[in-house]
Every structure is written in C-alpha cells, then in structure tokens.
C-alpha cells in the first residue's frame, strides 16, 4: 500500500506514483524518491495522483518540496490526476496556485514541451 | 472497537483504539476511520474525506509533539475514540503526555510555497470545531464534523 513507482516516458520525463495515502509516513518516502530521480540527472517529473485517494499536510509539504527541489536542479513539477479529496485540499491551501495541475499524466508531461 | 447502538433508528456508532505515539499508528487510525465508515454507510463522500483529513492531522500533530519530547520522558499511549450519530462525527484523542502549548485562535495558514505549518490551519479550515484543553494530566483534543443534511432532506 506505501509503494511508489517510478516510469520514464520516451521524452525523459519520469512519472512518480504516489500510494493510495500520502501521509507523514509515505511523504519521506515521495521526497527521497525525487532526489534520488533528480541525483541520477532527472528533474523533470510528473507525480500522478490518480491513486493517491488522502492527502494531508504532510503530503502538501512534500509536494512543495519536490517542487523546489526539481527547479533548483534546473527541472519542474508537474501533478496529474487529482481526486477529489485531494483537489478538495488544493484548493482550500490556494496549492493550485504553484504546483501546475492537469488532469491526465499526458497532458501533464506535455506541458514541458512548451 | 465497540459498537454502541443506542436506538435503532438513531444510532451511535464508537470506534476506539489505543495506540503508541509511532507514524507507523497512522496506518491504524486510517484503519479506524474505515472502520466507523463501514458501520454508516449512509455518510456522505465530503464529510468522510474532510473528517478524516482533521483526524490524520490532529494524530500527527501529536505524534510529532511527542518526538519533540526529552528522550528521558515516558512513553504515553493515545486514545483514539471516533464516534458517529445522526447529527454529528467527532473524535477525541486522549494522552498523558505534556502540556502542549498551543493557541488554536491563533493558527494561520502558510503561504504557498511553505513546507510545514498547514495541519492545524487546514483541520479548522476542514472541520466545524477544534478544541484542545488540558485536563488535569491529560491532553484532550476534540474535532467536531457537523454531518450534511441527506439530499431531499429540510433538516
């Protein structure tokens, strides 16, 4: 259930899946799992959220965190796929204002291209 | 865990658990929270997910609390008790451990790009009522989630 998998798309983007919880047990975890993408030369990432059904402040921290991290390394974050809860949460935090949301990890990883 | 069923149109449903101040008793509350869910079917989807978001951060902000301790302070257990009836779901979690010092009339929320500090802020902003009190020995945190009206419903 605390699993989160890493995918590369053709273009280089990896893709992080987060699990069904992002909590203060699994949001160590989503942070050490982009720096090690971001130590091996990948900074640009989309985290699909399409799993991930509870988010808490814990999550959002790690979230921002990531973002940082990505654009320090010259990279950016994406998300994708929010449920409802989750973009519940976005919105009540004003998060949607500076982690770029889309609905689907392809309109998501697109958006580098730009 | 007990089940309480006072009336049997008008039931209440207690769900309790005593837990070690670990992150690893997350998992268990969520579990808990199920738990209450799959005795009242009849809750709505934003009061589940708004209820369940102040529980998480309520037991993570005491968990944490009690990392922060001196390492020669004894190890206090939490009570978790959730409870749900017709009008409202609340939970209390109960401890011995300090005094925490907190003024919930004072949380704010964070900017955007802030990495910690949203908990307490988004638990009042998710919820009806949040209240901490100290009683005698012990800490008692209560939220409160006031339940929506069922659709049709002039309540």
Redesign the interface.
């Known amino acids: 259930m605390t699993d989160i998998s890493t995918r590369t798309l053709d273009d280089g983007i990896e893709v992080v899946r987060p699990p069904e919880r992002l909590n203060m047990v699994t949001a160590p975890r989503l942070v050490a799992v982009i720096g090690d993408l971001i130590a091996g030369g990948h900074a640009r990432v989309v985290i699909d959220l399409t799993a991930t059904e509870f988010i808490d402040s814990s999550g959002l921290g790690a979230l921002v965190s990531c973002l940082k991290k990505t654009r320090q390394a010259g990279g950016d974050l994406r998300i994708a796929g929010s449920t409802p809860h989750v973009q519940t949460v976005f919105d009540l935090t004003n998060l949607g204002r500076v982690l770029q949301l889309s609905t689907t990890v392809e309109i998501a990883s697109a958006t580098f291209q730009t | 865990m007990t089940t309480n069923p006072h009336h049997v149109n008008h039931p209440t449903t207690v769900c309790q658990l005593t837990l070690p101040p670990h ?2 008793s ?2 268990a509350i ?1 579990d808990l929270v199920a738990a209450l869910w799959a005795q009242n079917s009849q809750l709505s ?2 009061d589940k ?2 209820f ?2 102040g529980v ?2 309520v037991a ?1 902000n005491i ?2 609390d009690m990392r922060r301790a001196p390492p020669d302070a004894p190890q206090v257990n939490i009570v978790v008790t959730l409870t749900a009836d017709p009008q409202e779901i609340t939970a209390r979690f109960c401890d011995e451990g300090r005094a925490t010092d907190i003024d919930l009339s004072a949380v704010d ?1 964070p900017d ?8 307490l802020a ?1 638990t009042q ?2 919820l009806d009522d949040l209240t901490y009190e100290r009683s005698g020995s012990t800490n008692i945190w209560t939220l409160t989630c006031v339940r929506a009206a069922p659709k049709g419903s002039a309540r």
């Open positions: 992150p690893e997350i998992d969520h989807d934003p997910g708004r369940e978001l998480i951060e993570s968990i944490e929320m955007e790009m802030a990495e910690r500090g949203r908990g988004l902003a998710m």
